[in-house]
C-alpha cells in the first residue's frame, strides 16, 4: 500500500539514496576502467532534476492519474539506478579481494589497472546510457503535466520535503490498539499453536488494503505464548516483487542473524535447508503478491525439511495469491461500525483536554463512514484531526475532492493524512 500511495516520497528517498552512493569509490572505478565518468556525474545531476519534480507530483497526483502513472515511472527509474551502482559496488569488492590475494607489489597497480572494456564495463555503459534516457524522458513529460521544479517545497506547509520510513514489519503492536478483531486473533492464533499430522501447513489472511492484516499477525506472531512452540521464528517483508532468491535469502537472513551467504541461489537454498532441517518453523510471509505457481515452489522446496508441525502465515490482499500457495484462506472483513467510531475516537479525542468546537463529533460520524470499515484509514484520519481543534477544519477534510477518488488503488483517507502532513 504504501508503494500505492506515497511513490512520490518513494522517489525522493531512493532518490537521495542513490545520490549518497556516487562515491569517489565509484568514480575511481569509471576511471581505472576506461569508463565515461560523465555518466556519473550526469546521473546525479538528473536524479536531483527527477527529485525536485516528484516534490511537486507529490501534491498533484491524487487529481491527476497522468502524474501518478509519471511518478510510478519515475521509481522504477530510480531503482534501477540503485541496482546498477549495486551492481557495481559488487564488482569493487570483487576486485579488492582479488587484489588482497596478490602479492604486496602487485596490489595497487592491478586494482585499478586500465585495461579494454570487458563485456560488464561494456553492460555498465550501456544501462547507464539507457538510464539517463528514462530520466530525460521523464524530465521532458513533466512540462505537459503541469509540474514546476519546487524544490524544497514538501507535502503540507512550509518547507522541507516530506519522506514516510516503513517501520519493521515485525515492530511490537500495543492491543488495545486492535479493535474487533478478537475473533480472527484468536482463530489465528489456534492455528499456529495446534498439533498437526501435516509437515508444513499454511494460512493467508487475505483481504484488502488497510484493514489490518499485517497489524493482526504481528500481533499472533509476538504473542508469548507462541515463542515456545517453534525452533524457528522469522517474518520477512515480501512486497509486490516475488524474487525466489530475494525471498530465500531474506529467510536465511533472518534465521541466522547474517548476510554473508553469497549471490548463488542453490547455495543459498542449500543453506536454508541445513538450518531448518528437522526444526519446527514460523514464517511469516508479509504482503504477497505472487500469482506464479513455479516462483512459490521453487522457495517452498527449501522449506519441506523443517519438522513436522511447521506453519507458515502469509499476508495477501488476492485469493488467486493464496490459492497459488495451496494455503488455507481466512477472509478479514471491514470493522463493524461500532468499533469504526471506537478506534476512530482513540486517536482523534485523546485524552489532553484540547478545546474542542462540539460540531467536531457530528462530523466526525460523517468521516468516519468515509472510511469504510478500514483500521488504517480510521487511525490516520483520528491522527490527522486530533490537532484540528475547529469544526471548520474537520469540515474542510470532510469536503476534501480526493474523497471522490475512484479507481486508483488508493484509500482516500489515506491520501488526505499523507496530504495533510507537516513538514519537519
Not at 504482503?287 to 519441506?304: F, H, I, R
Amino acid at each position: 500500500m504504501a508503494a500505492e500511495m506515497v511513490a512520490g516520497a518513494l522517489v525522493s528517498t531512493f532518490v537521495q539514496m542513490t545520490i549518497d552512493s556516487l562515491a569517489s569509490r565509484f568514480v575511481d572505478y569509471f576511471r581505472g576502467r576506461k569508463l565515461n565518468k560523465k555518466l556519473l556525474s550526469n546521473l546525479k545531476v538528473k536524479l536531483l532534476a527527477i527529485d525536485v519534480l516528484a516534490d511537486d507530483a507529490e501534491l498533484k497526483q491524487f487529481r491527476d492519474a497522468r502524474v501518478r502513472d509519471w511518478l510510478f515511472k519515475a521509481k522504477d527509474v530510480v531503482f534501477e539506478a540503485e541496482d546498477l551502482l549495486e551492481d557495481i559496488d559488487y564488482e569493487l569488492s570483487k576486485c579488492q579481494v582479488e587484489a588482497e590475494s596478490q602479492p604486496i607489489l602487485n596490489k595497487v597497480s592491478n586494482f585499478f589497472k586500465p585495461s579494454s572494456l570487458s563485456s560488464f564495463d561494456k553492460e555498465i555503459e550501456s544501462r547507464m546510457e539507457q538510464i539517463l534516457d528514462d530520466l530525460d524522458d521523464l524530465e521532458s513529460q513533466s512540462g505537459y503535466l503541469g509540474l514546476t521544479r519546487t524544490s524544497g517545497v514538501g507535502v503540507g506547509s512550509g518547507s522541507g520535503s516530506k519522506v514516510l520510513e516503513k517501520l519493521p514489519s515485525t515492530s511490537s503492536v500495543v492491543e488495545s490498539d486492535i479493535y474487533g478483531r478478537d475473533d480472527d486473533k484468536k482463530l489465528i492464533f489456534d492455528w499456529i499453536s495446534s498439533d498437526t499430522d501435516k509437515k508444513l501447513s499454511i494460512l493467508s489472511i487475505v483481504g484488502m488494503g488497510g484493514l489490518g492484516k499485517t497489524t493482526l499477525a504481528q500481533l499472533v506472531y509476538n504473542d508469548p505464548r507462541i515463542v515456545s512452540k517453534f525452533d524457528v521464528k522469522a517474518w520477512i517483508c515480501v512486497s509486490e516483487e516475488f524474487d525466489v532468491f530475494n525471498v530465500s535469502r531474506a529467510i536465511l537472513d533472518t534465521i541466522t542473524d547474517s548476510t554473508d551467504h553469497g549471490r548463488e541461489l542453490e547455495i543459498v537454498q542449500r543453506r536454508l535447508k541445513e538450518k531448518l532441517a528437522d526444526k519446527k518453523f514460523l514464517l511469516v510471509l508479509d504482503d504477497v503478491w505472487n500469482e506464479s505457481g513455479p516462483k512459490w515452489e521453487a522457495v517452498q522446496n527449501a522449506l519441506v525439511y523443517g519438522a513436522q508441525g511447521s506453519k507458515i502465515l502469509v499476508t495477501t490482499r488476492s485469493e488467486e495469491v493464496a490459492s497459488t500457495m495451496g494455503s488455507e484462506q481466512h477472509k478479514l472483513e471491514q470493522l463493524q461500525e461500532d468499533y469504526c467510531w471506537e478506534l476512530f475516537a482513540k486517536h482523534a479525542f485523546r485524552d489532553d483536554n484540547l478545546p474542542r468546537d462540539p460540531g467536531c463529533p457530528v462530523i466526525g460520524m460523517k468521516i468516519v463512514k468515509k472510511c469504510k470499515g478500514l483500521p488504517l484509514a480510521l487511525k490516520s484520519m483520528g491522527s490527522l484531526l486530533h490537532n484540528k481543534p475547529f469544526a471548520w477544519e474537520w469540515e474542510s477534510v470532510l469536503q476534501s475532492e480526493i474523497w471522490e477518488l475512484k479507481d486508483s488503488g488508493i484509500v482516500p483517507a489515506l491520501a488526505l493524512s499523507y496530504h495533510h502532513l507537516p513538514s519537519e
